[in-house]
Structures are given as C-alpha cells and as structure tokens.
C-alpha cells in the first residue's frame, strides 16, 4: 500500500450527484437514495489541507460541474492551489472535443484537475473550467468503458486471509490511483470514502493539514472496507452504458438497506460467488486503464459526436437597421435579453445562414469574443467579460472595452469555421508525442510525483 503523500493525485469528492448512473461507479452514482452535496466550508477546509501536497489536487464527483456552488469553489481553489503552468487555453472553434481534449491531458507539473463526465454543468461553467485547470481527466462515457465489480466481499470469493493481503496490499486503485475527501472526512483510498458514504460509515480523519502524511501502518480501522470491495481481485465487468452494478449476495443485502434507485429499479446482477473462478477474468496488476480497448486510450475517453458541448442556441442581431431574419433586435441586444450565444453582423446583407449552421456544430468557448473584422461578432451570454454588465454598446470598441487580448479570436475561415489550422495541428502533434513520454516516465518511476 502506498501513504497518499506518494500518491500522484488526491481528490476532493464535491457531490455524488451525477447525470450518468455507469456500472459499477467507483462513487456508487446511482445506488444513493439522494446526493451529497459537500459544504462550502468543508471544501475550503480540504483545499487548505492539501497546501503542501506535491502532486495533483483534484476535483471531482459524481459530476462535480453540478454542485450548486462549482463557481464559487472553484474560484476559492484556484487562489490556493497555485499550478505553476498556464491552462490549455481552449481558444478556436473545434467540430471534434478530441483534439482538445489532448491539450488538456496530463502534463508534468500541473496541480490542479477536474475529473468530468461533460454535459449541462460543464457547459455552463466553460469558461471558468478552462481558465483553472490545466489537467482535465474527462470521460463522457460514449464509448466502451469496462468497469469492473466492486460491490464483492472477498470472503464470499472464499479468499483466505494470507492470500487476501497480498492482494490487498496490491490492489491496483490504491496504488496507482487515489486517496479522497469526503463531507464526512478523509480517506486513505477514494472507494473506502465512497463506501462510508454508501453505507453511512463512521466517517474519515479530520480534514487538516498533513493528513496525507499518514503511512500504511496508521490506516487503522479504514481497512475494514477493504472487505467490502472487489477491485484488487479478479471478478466479472460490465459495460459501464448498461448502467447495471454487479454484487454479490451479501452486498446486495446490504444495499437492500440504502435501497436506492438501482436496487428499485432493478439495475443490478448477482454474482455466482459459490461458483466463482478467478481464472475466467483477466488480470489487470500491469495495466491501470485496462478498462479501454488497447486501441482507443485516448479516443475513447471523449466522443468526437459528443455534442453537450455545442452551443443550444444562437440568437442573431444586426448593428444597423431592422432584420426580418433576426430573432433579436439592436435593442435587445444591448439589454442583454439574450439566454446564450448571439451572432452580431454589421449589417443585414451580412447575415450568412452557412456561418451560423457550422457556429453550432462547433465547440466554442464562451469566454471569448470571436470575430471576423467588423462583419461578426460571436459572444456569449455567460462570458466573465459581461459579468455585471447593464448594457453593450455594439460599435468598433466592444472587443476593446470587456474581453481581454487572450480571449479576442479572429476567425481565420469564416464561413467555414471549425476546422483546425495547420499550427494548430502541429502543436497537438507535438504536445501528443511529449505526453507519451511523460506517460513512459510516469511508468518508470512508480509512485512518484513528476
């Protein structure tokens, strides 16, 4: 076993609360009979206990985008933990997430992370997403994702006790994964805090400085859900889309109990534990993302037709004259009765139908200005740039007066945006063949923080 000070990341669990139920969830989405919702000054608390730690603080869920107070936390975050790196920048409009999401993968020195399943909270925090972390771990779930059963007892397994702790000892998330903070304290692995949650355990340790500093032979009473987790054995998997949990008889007892919503609906299997057979699953000791088909690693974490991120709605609005074709008037505009994007054109001849088809089958950040001279302005209702604002004048100092350089994008093919320059694609090659080294390294030295 591993002190979570060695681990390379440790996550702060903001809520339960999830718009996927996937099978066999390492935070059980799915078999609460209500989320959690961790707060505020609990989260302040766990983000200032892990100043120190020096690898990766991570936040995630369930689906953390859909804490009520994501914006708030994330702003309290972003002031403590500092990344010595700046974000990957989501800057031009992509019809494919996958080319982002490469940028955003793993990179020697981050500190902060967001583990996300995309959908409704992650867009509407966009903006604010981009501008913090540099390291984002995302998995819509779209593609073939096998999760393994976690709700088996060993002892049901009929693993003796000397071959149990070895196991144990080697299970692989544990090891190569992740320690966690919970509302009810802290824990020397994610699946025990997520099981004291399920099962309304006694709680963790205190939530304070240098906790993490704690070693295997201190884990003490936390163990004991060691019992009641599958993972460092070999047991059956489902396709996390079936949004079916395997369990073993004695777990399904204990669920009964919680009788949450896959219990009621009957989301679930029972494993044949009198006839269990280690020697029908593969093993994974050497191979923590076994849970993807060897050839889509990457590809699978993020559906290239994943539209979530899209953009719901363009409202369109001209800086001259009246518009038959315009669903917003100059004056609506600048009241900002607008509920997402709005496309400005300087005048009603400069309204192209091909522009706005291929706008909303892109992704676009909705912190930025995207422009075309003065023939389109492209913003967003949401963007940190109008917080507070009462009006927008539409003239030539729009882009000047609110969005900052960074975030002004000139539209290199307009109407057909969406498609990767050649610069841009050249970095990711570059940035695709230094993170496979990274990724070498990391395996080299295991246990280290790089």
Known sequence: MKSPAEMKVIQIDLTNACHKACSNCTRFCGEHTKPFYMPVETFKKAVDSMVGFP????????????????????????????DPLAPSFVQSPTKNFQDYHRMVKYQRGRRRALFSSLGAGYYRNFEQIHDTFGYQNLNDHRAVNTHQAILVTRKELGIPD???????????????????????????CEIAGSLDMLFNG????????????????????????????????????????????????????????????????????????????????????????WYFP????????????????????????????????????????????FSDWVAVFKDEKDINAEFLQNAAACILNPGCLYRLGDTVWLFNRRAMALK???????????????????????????????????????????????QRGTSALMGLVPGRNI
């Open 294 to 337: 060897k050839d889509q690693r990457d590809k699978a974490r993020v559906s290239s037709t994943d539209s979530t991120l899209f953009p719901h709605r363009i409202d369109v609005a001209v800086r001259q004259g009246e518009s038959t074709q315009a669903t917003l008037t100059r004056e609506q505009v600048e009241k900002l009765e």
């Open 55 to 82: 690898g990766i603080v991570g936040i995630m869920g369930g689906e953390p985008t859909l804490h009520p107070q994501f914006p708030e936390m994330v702003e309290y975050f972003a002031g403590k933990i500092q």
């Open 202 to 289: 006694p709680g963790g340790w205190p939530i304070e400085p240098g906790w993490w500093k704690r070693k295997p032979s201190e884990f003490g009473d936390q163990l004991q859900w060691c019992e009641m987790c599958s993972v460092a054995c070999k047991v059956p998997t489902m396709n996390a889309d079936e949004e079916t949990d395997i369990v073993s008889p004695f777990m399904l007892e204990k669920l009964k109990q919680v009788n949450g919503p896959k219990i009621r609906n009957n989301q679930f299997v029972v494993l044949d534990t009198d006839h269990y057979d280690a020697a029908k699953y593969e093993g994974h000791e050497s191979d923590p993302i």
């Open 388 to 434: 507070g604002a009462q009006e927008i004048k539409l003239d030539h100092a729009l882009p000047g007066r609110r969005w900052q350089p960074r975030k002004r994008i000139a539209l290199k093919s307009y109407p057909c945006i969406g498609e990767l320059t050649a610069g841009e694609r050249a970095r990711l090659q570059v940035q695709e063949i230094w």
């Open 162 to 188: 000397e071959e149990w702790y070895k196991l144990r000892d080697n299970c692989w998330i544990q090891n190569v994964w992740s320690a966690t903070i919970t509302p009810k304290g802290a824990f020397f």
